[in-house]
């Protein structure tokens, strides 16, 4: 699977190295060309979970597109970027290894791998530097296609026919209103740019009050204020299609209109040495889908591109204000660092931004249309700060724009990405905070339900009988009556409420129900005193221990050793149980609550949260299982 993504990357690489495919159309009507890529992208999301034939049909269109015809050229480009992001959106959303089965967000995108979501994230990160880097090439020789482009071309083709012929069978997933909604704002963001862009100058200036003549003699004029106006609609849209969508490709977005600028300089003055270069893109690349397969994806995104931002600077000022000398002088290894460092940095953001948009579906739609058209616009108006007196200084055919502004945005999209990543780890455990609330009450229910039965037919029963009896018994009978009548409407009470069924007060030694545990497999080290606690919280601490006992023996195995610690505190007792079997890596216990598998949120770490404590659970493959129970005293 991640070998089919790798190869829609290269085909991306492809597509995107010749010139003109992610430029506007160009006055004069819109024919097949301006409608192949809108028609594309519709298709393509509606066929997202069939990605690899999405890979497969725009690897064809591309190889047929390279020999001239720009109507398949123009459609492949969205049915790789999609497809390839389809295949990071299942990776991303994969729950077990080898199980298939489809994950959050995006039903029927099954993944094989339980290192998938690491996978996913570093296939995201490397679409968008494929396209970076093919926007880099563009200043190679049309007239011919180059041998690297055939070579690449057949290597992304071979990659995908595995996961061709490997048997895909995605479940259904229903048309729900967010996933329409992707659907029909990255088609219309994609469609907008055409009409947008074919107004005719006569009308532009009338509508502004300008002369037409001033935009023929500053073109880049026009130029901006359609990019303008494409950037305020495609924002809406993307506004409209969900706010964590809207927040993703904006990261992007910014990103990767920060790196172009720089990307392209470092390219150019790297030209005369062909190897260096592609080894340099090479090597950052590599960097950053390496640091996006990481845990630590979004704090090592913010720091290389505030990395990249501060080398621009310096190379900006060591050149006096003139970044084309670094071209003349062909400062080799001033260019090779920029190179390594904004590729990086532009695939360590996008391969960061992905697991935020996985659990929405969003992954396709938000890092491949949305991103595509505001990065397309974005360039185009900035463009207006690329002139030098009335010279314009082209984005793509002058390699020379000015650096500073490129510097200012990476620093825009380390603010996004730390800005993206804070509001997803709040979201995430305002969520967790949520499902432990609903188990709690879940498990307070479930023990009312079990406790009522008995009450009822038992407890409840002969309070009735007493109160009816007592008046009749003579002497403290009445007495008896009123305090039946009494108790038995506190217990309905009780029952009804919902409240904490708690029992006596009196003290009872933790340590000694602990120590029962032992065996030849597990080790108990407690205080040589009692631990006395209410008989409640020894029980349900008792039974956390049980549960995580269970637990070991059922993952680790029968030949697993553990480790029981007592530790009796000031403020409260803490009690650890440590073993030496296989462990699990991060993403197991969220896997396990999607699936329904809530042994141990309900047996462990609801006991303990009634009790006002907290449980903590570290595990790492290889290296065992640790869980940790602190329950506060009760003064």
């Known amino acids: 699977?991640?070998?089919?993504?790798?190869?829609?990357?290269?085909?991306?690489?492809?597509?995107?190295?010749?010139?003109?495919?992610?430029?506007?159309?160009?006055?004069?009507?819109?024919?097949?060309?301006?409608?192949?890529?809108?028609?594309?992208?519709?298709?393509?999301?509606?066929?997202?979970?069939?990605?690899?034939?999405?890979?497969?049909?725009?690897?064809?269109?591309?190889?047929?597109?390279?020999?001239?015809?720009?109507?398949?050229?123009?459609?492949?480009?969205?049915?790789?970027?999609?497809?390839?992001?389809?295949?990071?959106?299942?990776?991303?959303?994969?729950?077990?290894?080898?199980?298939?089965?489809?994950?959050?967000?995006?039903?029927?995108?099954?993944?094989?791998?339980?290192?998938?979501?690491?996978?996913?994230?570093?296939?995201?990160?490397?679409?968008?530097?494929?396209?970076?880097?093919?926007?880099?090439?563009?200043?190679?020789?049309?007239?011919?296609?180059?041998?690297?482009?055939?070579?690449?071309?057949?290597?992304?083709?071979?990659?995908?026919?595995?996961?061709?012929?490997?048997?895909?069978?995605?479940?259904?997933?229903?048309?729900?209103?967010?996933?329409?909604?992707?659907?029909?704002?990255?088609?219309?963001?994609?469609?907008?740019?055409?009409?947008?862009?074919?107004?005719?100058?006569?009308?532009?200036?009338?509508?502004?009050?300008?002369?037409?003549?001033?935009f023929t003699r500053y073109p880049l004029a026009r130029i901006a204020i359609v990019g303008a106006v494409v950037l305020v609609l495609a924002t809406g849209l993307a506004a409209f299609a969900g706010k964590w969508s809207l927040a993703g490709a904006a990261t992007v977005t910014v990103v990767q209109i920060g790196a172009s600028t720089p990307l392209i300089l470092a390219v150019a003055a790297l030209r005369p040495d062909g190897a260096t270069r592609w080894w340099g893109a090479l090597a950052g690349a590599a960097l950053g889908a390496a640091v996006a397969a990481s845990r630590w994806r979004v704090a090592a995104a913010v720091s290389l591109t505030v990395s990249a931002a501060t080398a621009l600077f310096i190379m900006y000022e060591a050149a006096g204000g003139h970044p084309e000398k670094m071209i003349e002088q062909h400062r080799v290894a001033p260019a090779l660092i920029l190179l390594v460092l904004v590729s990086a940095a532009a695939t360590t953001v996008a391969g960061a931004t992905a697991p935020v948009l996985a659990p929405r579906g969003a992954v396709p739609a938000a890092l491949g249309p949305f991103a595509a058209v505001l990065t397309l616009a974005g360039m185009f108006t900035t463009q207006v700060s690329f002139v030098r007196g009335r010279t314009p200084i082209g984005f793509t055919a002058g390699p020379v724009p000015h650096m500073v502004i490129a510097g200012y945005l990476l620093l825009a999209a380390a603010a996004a990405i730390a800005g993206l990543g804070v509001a997803h780890h709040m979201t995430e455990r305002w969520a967790e905070r949520r499902q432990a609330e609903l188990i709690r009450r879940e498990a307070a229910a479930a023990e009312r339900e079990r406790l009522a039965r008995p009450i009822h037919d038992g407890v409840l029963q002969v309070l009735a009988l007493v109160q009816r009896e007592g008046a009749g018994l003579g002497g403290s009978g009445p007495r008896l009556a009123v305090l039946a009548a009494e108790q038995?409407?506190?217990?309905?009470?009780?029952?009804?409420?919902?409240?904490?069924?708690?029992?006596?007060?009196?003290?009872?030694?933790?340590?000694?129900?602990?120590?029962?545990?032992?065996?030849?497999?597990?080790?108990?080290?407690?205080?040589?005193?009692?631990?006395?606690?209410?008989?409640?919280?020894?029980?349900?601490?008792?039974?956390?221990?049980?549960?995580?006992?269970?637990?070991?023996?059922?993952?680790?195995?029968?030949?697993?050793?553990?480790?029981?610690?007592?530790?009796?505190?000031?403020?409260?007792?803490?009690?650890?149980?440590?073993?030496?079997?296989?462990?699990?890596?991060?993403?197991?216990?969220?896997?396990?609550?999607?699936?329904?598998?809530?042994?141990?949120?309900?047996?462990?770490?609801?006991?303990?949260?009634?009790?006002?404590?907290?449980?903590?659970?570290?595990?790492?493959?290889?290296?065992?299982?640790?869980?940790?129970?602190?329950?506060?005293?009760?003064?």
């Open 1 to 214: 699977m991640a070998s089919a993504c790798l190869g829609g990357c290269l085909l991306i690489l492809v597509v995107r190295s010749v010139d003109g495919v992610a430029a506007a159309p160009e006055s004069g009507g819109a024919g097949l060309a301006d409608l192949a890529p809108t028609a594309a992208t519709v298709l393509a999301l509606c066929l997202v979970r069939w990605w690899p034939g999405l890979l497969a049909t725009g690897g064809m269109f591309a190889g047929i597109g390279l020999l001239g015809f720009d109507p398949p050229l123009a459609a492949a480009l969205p049915l790789l970027v999609v497809g390839a992001l389809g295949g990071a959106q299942t990776l991303l959303t994969s729950t077990a290894p080898g199980s298939g089965a489809p994950g959050p967000g995006t039903p029927g995108l099954g993944g094989p791998s339980s290192s998938a979501p690491g996978l996913g994230a570093l296939i995201a990160g490397l679409t968008g530097a494929a396209a970076l880097f093919g926007d880099a090439l563009t200043e190679e020789d049309q007239h011919a296609i180059p041998a690297w482009r055939v070579v690449v071309l057949v290597a992304g083709l071979a990659a995908i026919v595995p996961a061709l012929c490997r048997r895909h069978s995605p479940a259904g997933e229903p048309w729900t209103w967010p996933r329409l909604r992707l659907v029909i704002g990255a088609g219309a963001a994609v469609f907008l740019i055409s009409p947008i862009c074919l107004i005719p100058i006569g009308q532009l200036g009338w509508w502004l009050g300008v002369d037409p003549s001033t």
């Open 488 to 635: 038995e409407a506190a217990l309905r009470n009780l029952l009804n409420s919902g409240a904490a069924l708690t029992g006596p007060t009196s003290g009872t030694d933790l340590r000694a129900a602990l120590l029962a545990l032992a065996g030849p497999a597990v080790e108990v080290s407690a205080p040589a005193v009692p631990v006395l606690l209410p008989q409640h919280p020894v029980a349900e601490v008792t039974a956390a221990v049980r549960a995580a006992l269970d637990n070991v023996r059922k993952h680790a195995g029968t030949d697993a050793r553990t480790w029981i610690l007592l530790e009796d505190e000031d403020t409260g007792i803490r009690v650890s149980v440590r073993d030496d079997g296989a462990g699990f890596g991060p993403h197991r216990l969220a896997e396990a609550a999607r699936a329904g598998r809530l042994g141990v949120a309900q047996s462990m770490r609801g006991r303990i949260a009634d009790l006002g404590g907290t449980m903590t659970m570290s595990s790492h493959p290889g290296d065992g299982t640790e869980v940790e129970f602190w329950v506060p005293r009760r003064r």
